[in-house]
C-alpha cells in the first residue's frame, strides 16, 4: 500500500485519534441487537509469498497449494488480485475450496468499476462482479471498494446511487481518499451519516502520510482497518498495542467483526507483527485466533 506511505517518520503522530462521537451509538445499537459471538480476521494483501517458504509455508511447495498454507497462517485476506480481473467460477470455487470454513476473503472491486469507469455506468460489471465471489458461500467476508485519490464530494451523488444499486446479497466496505472528504467537518459527517444510513463500512486506514483517513467513524458494527507498517520499528508495536486496545474496547461496547489487513513492505515482517498484536488482543478480551506461527521442517537424512 503506498498510498500515504512516508519515508521519514519523525514527525509523524502515531496516535490513535479519539472516537468519533457517533461511534458508541453505532456499537451499542449493534450490542442490543447482538445474536452471534464476535469474530476477529486479520490477513495480507496477497498469499503468494515466496519469502514464506521453508518458513511459514513448508519448502518447496507448488504454486496451486499457497493458498492452502496461506490459510493455516492467517483467518482472512484483502483479495487484491479481483482489483485486477473478475475470476471465473472454477477459479472461485478452488480458492472456496482451499481454505478452512472459518477463513474470510475480502476482495477488492476491480479497477475497471473504481478507477477507470470511477463508478458512472458500472452496473452490469458490478453484477458480474458480486455473482463470481458469492460463490466463496459462508467464506466470502465483504467486498471492498477502493476509490481512487482523484475521486472527491464532488461525485457524492454519484457515489449515493452506486451504494444503493450495489446488490445486498454481498457487504461492502468503501476508502475513501480524496482529502476533500475529510476537510469539511459537516460535510464529513453528512457522509458518514450517508454510509451509516445505507449499511455500508466505511474503511479505516493507518497510514503515515495521511491521518485525515483515519477518521474513527464506524458506520456498521464491522471495522475494516488497513494497517500500514514501517519495518517493525518502534511505532509499529506501539500502534499494534493501541489497536488491539481500540478494539478490545470496541468489541466490548458491541463490534461484532474486525477485519485487519497489514501492509508491510517486507512481508517478513507481517506475521511478526500479527503474532504481537494477536496475542495483545487476547490479553485483553480473552479471544483466540491463531497467530502466524513458523512451521517445522522435514530434515534431509544424512549418509554420514
Known amino acids: 500500500m503506498d498510498f500515504g506511505r512516508l519515508s521519514d517518520l519523525r514527525y509523524v503522530d502515531f496516535r490513535l485519534p479519539p472516537d468519533h462521537a457517533e461511534t458508541a451509538a453505532v456499537l451499542a445499537r449493534a450490542q442490543q441487537a447482538a445474536a452471534a ?18 518458513s511459514y509455508f513448508p519448502a518447496g511447495i507448488k504454486d496451486t497449494d499457497y493458498l492452502h498454507h496461506y490459510a493455516r497462517q492467517f483467518n482472512s485476506i484483502e483479495l487484491n488480485t479481483t482489483h485486477y480481473r473478475i475470476p471465473d467460477a472454477p477459479t472461485v470455487r478452488k480458492w472456496r475450496d482451499a481454505v478452512p470454513g472459518t477463513f474470510r476473503f475480502c476482495p477488492k472491486l476491480p479497477q ?95 497510514v503515515a502520510g495521511r491521518r485525515d483517513v483515519l477518521h474513527m467513524r464506524l458506520t456498521t458494527p464491522t471495522a475494516f482497518i488497513r ?23 470496541w468489541l466490548q461496547a458491541g463490534l461484532q467483526t474486525a477485519y485487519l489487513f497489514i501492509h508491510q513492505k517486507d512481508i517478513m515482517h507481517s ?30 537424512g544424512s549418509l554420514f
Open 112 to 206: 475497471s468499476i473504481s478507477h477507470d469507469r470511477e463508478l458512472y455506468n458500472a452496473d452490469e460489471l458490478t453484477t458480474t462482479f458480486c455473482r463470481s465471489i458469492s460463490g466463496l458461500d459462508e467464506r466470502l467476508g465483504m467486498a471492498f471498494l477502493q476509490l481512487p485519490p482523484t475521486f472527491g464530494p464532488e461525485h457524492l451523488p454519484r457515489l449515493e446511487r452506486y451504494l444503493l444499486d450495489f446488490p445486498d446479497y454481498v457487504p461492502l466496505a468503501v476508502e475513501l481518499r480524496h482529502p476533500a472528504w475529510f476537510a469539511d467537518v459537516r460535510q464529513r459527517d453528512a457522509v458518514f451519516a450517508l454510509f451509516e444510513a445505507l449499511g455500508k463500512t466505511l474503511v479505516l486506514t493507518d
Open 37 to 54: 459471538a464476535p469474530a476477529v480476521y486479520v490477513g495480507c494483501p496477497i498469499w503468494t509469498n515466496k519469502a514464506w517458504l521453508g
Open 271 to 300: 506475521p511478526v507483527w500479527t503474532q504481537f498484536f494477536l496475542e495483545k488482543l487476547q490479553t485483553l478480551t480473552g479471544l483466540e485466533v491463531p497467530p502466524p506461527r513458523i512451521i517445522p521442517q522435514p530434515v534431509q
Open 227 to 249: 494497517f500500514n507498517g514501517h519495518g517493525l520499528v518502534s511505532s509499529d508495536y506501539a500502534r499494534a498495542t493501541a489497536w488491539a486496545e481500540r478494539i478490545a474496547a
